[in-house]
């Protein structure tokens, strides 16, 4: 179950109809020269049956060390799962249909005795191993004690976060320091403020904490929000997150109005439940804005979302045949789903290509996970792209980057990303206060490694300069984007070989 995206929820119900290399890491991962790549012809086995119940193949319990993970399976009776780690071992405060799409189907034991679940056939391989029994410390929660809570949290962030040196986090201080807002008499207010204290600090668009119930009223805390919505953030003249994040979602809803309107002079198409506009923007540039990777459609999960980025692909760039140029703007991606961004760049590509490696951060074996963009069999762009990014640009959106811009004919314009690539997996405190974290590794095809950094661009823009919320530097900048190929005469768009 990963943190769903609050925006693009929000936007698919209303639908009606150059840096220097320094700025990446890769010091201290011995990546290694095979690698785990998931594919779709891989035996796969569903965790539930039709009915709900446990598959047969996949019940007892499993462990993952690699990610604080411990599923106990039974035969009858509903799945549960564990959070573990220093602080111990509790049960989580989780619906099955929460535990089934993040392990919703399962790859059996390899030569080494690893299993892997992952959320779809060819997507991101959680490893585990089974167990023989629920480990006695495995226990039910009946102590609500905020300093157990807290140091649950800290421990896990010890073992699993990643990138503490590369936000700067001095952490065995801010550890320090939330340990001191903690005693024995402590409420559950002050431990939210504790724990409110060390996500901020972490600065982290995948560490947050939401549905912290006190005194019958819910809290979150989320953070890394980035330079740009920032200063965004600033003009809004109030304290109250929820009154911000309303008002934010609302400048994105004029982002999309002076796309339609002004980009597009009226004439573009929409489609993906909102998430993807496109038109054209000069008699031979075409524009592409995707706003993020979430579901595509609204019945057939992520099968059925997979199928409608292809067809919607393929309508924009069968309507933009005849460019010389594309502009695609992710400029304002808020990422989604992994797999999703996949499929909208194999429509970039006529060549099958390693684009990316992940493993978690915290691993029993250096075993690196391979992906790359196989080209679509329906319509693919192969002639200049100019992608537009900002530090906005996150999550699966900067996986889309990462993607693209290991395609020679695609020029990064902009700012670079947001610097949030792990996957964000949703957890439970001891308490039933739901936890995201960041816990895991994402290389380039170079082995670079962009968490908490960013991916730097080929040529720095501002797009949304701070103080501006009426769009026209971005209007300007896309118009400005596509004057570079007045006069130019290319050809057509390409097509893919059928497979």
């Known amino acids: 179950m990963f943190k769903s995206n609050h925006f693009l929820f929000l936007l698919s119900i209303l639908v009606v109809g150059c840096a220097s290399q320094n700025e990446s890491r890769n010091a201290g991962f011995d990546v290694p020269s095979v690698f785990v790549a998931p594919n779709d012809h891989m035996q796969y086995t569903p965790m539930l049956n039709v009915d709900g119940s446990v598959n047969d193949i996949v019940t007892g319990v ?3 060390n690699s ?14 799962q564990f959070l573990t780690s220093a602080a111990g071992c509790f049960i989580e405060n989780l619906e099955i249909s929460d535990i089934s799409d993040l392990f919703h189907v399962f790859l059996a034991e390899d030569e080494n005795g690893v299993a892997f679940f992952a959320d779809h056939p060819g997507g991101a391989l959680y490893p585990f191993r089974r167990l023989d029994a629920l480990p006695g410390h495995c226990i039910e929660n009946t102590n609500k004690n905020p300093a157990e809570n807290l140091e649950a949290f800290l421990q896990y962030a010890d073992t699993h976060y990643p990138a503490f040196a590369e936000r700067d986090i001095a952490w065995e201080s801010l550890k320090g ?12 207010g002050t431990l939210f403020d504790a ?7 972490l600065n982290d668009a995948h560490t947050e904490i939401w549905d912290a119930e006190i005194a019958g009223v819910e809290h979150a805390v989320t953070a890394g929000r980035g330079k740009t919505l920032n200063a965004l953030h600033a003009t809004f003249d109030t304290t109250d997150d929820e009154v911000a994040e309303a008002r934010e979602f609302e400048w994105v809803l004029a982002y999309r109005q002076w796309i339609a309107d002004d980009i597009l002079q009226g004439e573009g198409k929409r489609a993906a439940r909102g998430l993807i506009d496109w038109g ?19 019945e057939g999960g992520l099968s059925a979302s997979v199928d409608e980025a292809h067809r919607v692909m393929n309508e924009a760039l069968k309507d933009l045949d005849g460019a010389e140029a594309i502009i695609v703007d992710a400029s304002q991606n808020r990422g989604g789903y992994d797999v999703l961004a996949r499929a909208v760049a194999s429509h970039f ?17 250096n075993r690196w996970q391979e992906f790359d963009v196989d080209p679509s069999n329906q319509l693919t762009f192969t002639k200049p792209v100019l992608l537009m990014t900002s530090d ?12 693209m811009r290991s395609f020679s004919h695609v020029r990064q314009i902009g700012m670079k990303t947001r610097g949030a690539l792990s996957v964000e997996i949703a957890r439970t405190l001891p308490n039933g206060w739901a936890f995201g974290m960041s816990s895991e590794v994402i290389l380039d095809q170079d082995g670079k490694w962009y968490e908490g950094v960013g991916i730097p661009v080929n040529e720095n823009m501002i797009f949304f300069p701070a103080g501006e919320i009426d769009g026209q530097t971005h209007i300007d900048s896309v118009r400005s984007l596509a ?12 097509k893919a070989t059928t497979k």
């Open 62 to 64: 499993w462990f993952s």
């Open 483 to 494: 004057r570079r190929f007045d006069g130019v005469k290319l050809g057509t768009v390409s």
């Open 280 to 298: 054209w923007v000069s008699d031979n540039v075409g524009y592409i804005q995707i706003l993020g990777f979430g579901d595509y459609v609204r």
């Open 177 to 188: 320091r939330a340990r001191q807002m903690i005693n024995s008499h402590t409420d559950d």
């Open 392 to 403: 906005i640009t996150v999550s699966a959106g900067e996986i889309f980057v990462l993607a």
């Open 195 to 201: 724990l409110s204290m060390v996500v901020k600090e």
């Open 349 to 365: 590509t006529v060549e099958k290509q390693v684009v990316y490696r992940s493993r978690p951060y915290h691993h029993e074996e």
């Open 67 to 80: 990610f604080g993970v411990l599923l106990d399976l039974p035969l009858n009776g509903p799945p549960r």
